[in-house]
């Protein structure tokens, strides 16, 4: 059998290292538009405040240890620019020779992940105007910072944003976050922002909230950014603000697609046209308290899903078991971290919700305070089960971060946290664990 991969990132190999392991006899093919396949893009902000050495400890495998190792045919700076379903062919142009390539198929993988949106803003051709996503990307922001940069604008406020707000501020620059919401990390609450606003202050960290980028103004570059609210000065400008996947080559192809135009998948990664499967950022995913498909792009979606339509391409029959929303991020002296949904998500599934918020510690009261959290569950108030928490502390975040996916997952009630036996010392815990706490008084 025939197999072409569209995409050499997270989810395409992934699928293909399940499928070399998973079979024997078929023919791989994987079309990657840039250079490099296999990379951690997550780790991209932590090359440039230095906490990562180079972009090279991102790169989990080359394309040639792919092509010699594991048989895998991997043809770099090659774009799929077209899919006839009818026919089984995709069509498209390799960059390096400007030639017009097609491949045909048995069956089909795409996994052409997302790109960052950039508005049309006026004057964004101008130099010093940067996005994140790629290796090469971060290569071009740290040659343009290794001038005199002083004054940084970043326009938007999620993950991207708050990572390299972190790490420009460690590199000594004047930081600035613009979004047009009125908080930053929309994923969270409003009041549990006002603890990111907070932090972002005390960094130094201009924030104007509630205003639109309109325009860039510069020579060959950029000097100010024009806002509806105000005219910046600034050296450098970075766009944080989401990404769009990339699934528009795919128009007239009857390949259905939904929520932000990712495409629409069922359980086991097939798409509406037979033999066709999709996986990771350009694929939706499905949300286990939503009950429907949803778009929440991250790396450990894209190997999830990656490894599962790998399998089931050679019939090795596997579901994809859906995600629950799950997040982390540090920012500065602090761990944000959610999981399932907001009070916002909430309201907007119409299920009637109530919540508990409470202050507490990382380890027992009496043997240490200096790891503070607050923390705050969301719960059905008809039902008592479980939707969701956003805690923003220091030390232990993350460990109930995944104790409280861990519940959304086997859909468990908020009574029944307090009969979790949690692991307890006093430089760990308290004898009830905080989600415990906040749990007896809901």
Same mark, same amino acid.
């Given at each position: $059998?025939?197999?072409?991969?569209?995409?050499?990132?997270?989810?395409?190999?992934?699928?293909? $290292?399940?499928?070399?392991? =998973?079979?024997?006899? =078929?023919?791989?093919?994987?079309?990657? #538009?840039?250079?490099?396949?296999?990379?951690?893009?997550?780790?991209?902000?932590?090359?440039?405040?230095?906490?990562?050495?180079?972009?090279?400890?991102?790169?989990?495998? %080359?394309?040639?240890?792919?092509?010699?190792?594991?048989?895998?045919?991997?043809?770099?700076?090659?774009?799929?620019?077209?899919?006839?379903?009818?026919?089984? !062919?995709?069509?498209?142009?390799?960059?390096?020779?400007?030639?017009?390539?097609?491949?045909?198929?048995?069956?089909?993988?795409?996994?052409?992940?997302?790109?960052?949106?950039?508005?049309?803003?006026?004057?964004?051709?101008?130099?010093?105007?940067?996005?994140? #996503?790629?290796?090469?990307?971060?290569?071009?922001?740290?040659?343009?910072?290794?001038?005199?940069?002083?004054?940084?604008?970043?326009?938007?406020?999620?993950?991207?944003?708050?990572?390299?707000?972190?790490?420009?501020?460690?590199?000594? #620059?004047? !930081?600035?976050?613009?979004?047009?919401?009125?908080?930053?990390?929309?994923?969270?609450?409003? @009041? $549990?922002?006002?603890?990111?606003? %907070?932090?972002?202050?005390?960094?130094?960290?201009?924030?104007?909230?509630?205003?639109?980028?309109?325009?860039?103004?510069?020579?060959?570059?950029?000097?100010?950014?024009?806002?509806?609210?105000?005219?910046?000065?600034?050296?450098?400008?970075?766009?944080?603000?989401?990404?769009?996947?990339?699934?528009?080559?795919?128009?007239?192809?009857?390949?259905?697609?939904?929520?932000?135009?990712?495409?629409?998948?069922?359980?086991?990664?097939?798409?509406?046209?037979?033999?066709?499967?999709?996986?990771?950022?350009?694929?939706?995913?499905?949300?286990?308290?939503?009950?429907?498909?949803?778009?929440?792009?991250?790396?450990?979606?894209?190997?999830?899903?990656?490894?599962?339509?790998?399998?089931? $391409?050679?019939?090795?029959?596997?579901?994809?078991?859906?995600?629950?929303?799950?997040?982390?991020?540090?920012?500065?002296?602090?761990?944000?971290?959610?999981?399932?949904?907001?009070?916002? &998500?909430?309201?907007? &599934?119409?299920?009637?919700? @109530?919540?508990?918020?409470?202050?507490?510690?990382?380890?027992?009261?009496?043997?240490?305070?200096?790891?503070?959290?607050?923390?705050?569950?969301?719960?059905?108030?008809?039902?008592?089960?479980?939707?969701?928490?956003?805690?923003?502390?220091?030390?232990?975040?993350?460990?109930?971060?995944?104790?409280?996916?861990?519940?959304?997952?086997?859909?468990?009630?908020?009574?029944?946290?307090?009969?979790?036996?949690?692991?307890?010392?006093?430089?760990?815990?308290? !004898?009830?664990?905080?989600?415990?706490?906040?749990?007896?008084?809901?």
């Amino acid at each position: $059998m025939k197999i072409v991969i569209l995409g050499g990132d997270a989810a395409g190999m992934s699928a293909a $290292m399940q499928i070399v392991r =998973n079979s024997e006899g =078929n023919e791989i093919v994987v079309f990657e #538009k840039g250079e490099i396949t296999s990379y951690g893009q997550c780790g991209l902000p932590y090359v440039v405040s230095g906490d990562v050495k180079s972009t090279d400890d991102l790169i989990a495998r %080359e394309p040639q240890t792919f092509r010699d190792k594991y048989g895998i045919d991997v043809r770099t700076s090659h774009e799929v620019t077209k899919v006839d379903c009818d026919h089984k !062919v995709v069509y498209g142009v390799d960059h390096k020779t400007s030639q017009e390539v097609e491949e045909s198929y048995d069956r089909l993988l795409i996994a052409t992940g997302a790109s960052p949106i950039i508005p049309p803003w006026e004057g964004r051709q101008l130099e010093g105007i940067f996005s994140l #996503k790629t290796i090469p990307d971060v290569q071009a922001i740290m040659n343009d910072l290794n001038h005199s940069i002083e004054k940084v604008t970043i326009i938007g406020g999620g993950y991207i944003g708050l990572e390299m707000a972190e790490s420009l501020v460690t590199l000594g #620059k004047k !930081v600035r976050i613009i979004d047009r919401g009125a908080q930053l990390a929309k994923i969270f609450d409003e @009041d $549990m922002a006002d603890l990111i606003h %907070e932090e972002a202050e005390r960094h130094g960290i201009e924030l104007n909230l509630g205003e639109s980028v309109e325009e860039f103004r510069g020579g060959h570059r950029v000097e100010s950014i024009v806002t509806d609210k105000g005219e910046y000065e600034t050296d450098f400008v970075l766009a944080a603000t989401g990404v769009n996947p990339n699934t528009s080559f795919l128009e007239g192809t009857g390949i259905s697609k939904g929520v932000q135009d990712s495409i629409s998948v069922n359980a086991f990664m097939e798409t509406s046209i037979m033999d066709i499967y999709a996986a990771g950022d350009c694929a939706a995913q499905y949300h286990r308290l939503k009950q429907k498909l949803d778009y929440l792009p991250l790396g450990t979606h894209a190997n999830k899903q990656g490894q599962v339509a790998g399998l089931n $391409m050679v019939n090795k029959r596997k579901a994809f078991q859906g995600v629950v929303g799950t997040s982390i991020l540090k920012f500065f002296d602090l761990t944000l971290g959610r999981t399932g949904l907001s009070e916002k &998500e909430a309201a907007s &599934e119409y299920i009637p919700y @109530d919540t508990i918020s409470i202050s507490s510690t990382h380890a027992a009261g009496y043997y240490s305070k200096k790891d503070p959290m607050t923390l705050k569950l969301i719960y059905n108030k008809e039902s008592r089960e479980l939707l969701g928490t956003q805690i923003i502390g220091h030390a232990g975040t993350d460990k109930r971060v995944d104790v409280i996916a861990t519940a959304l997952y086997h859909h468990m009630t908020i009574d029944e946290l307090a009969d979790l036996d949690l692991a307890y010392a006093p430089p760990y815990n308290s !004898v009830w664990d905080p989600i415990q706490q906040a749990a007896r008084r809901a």
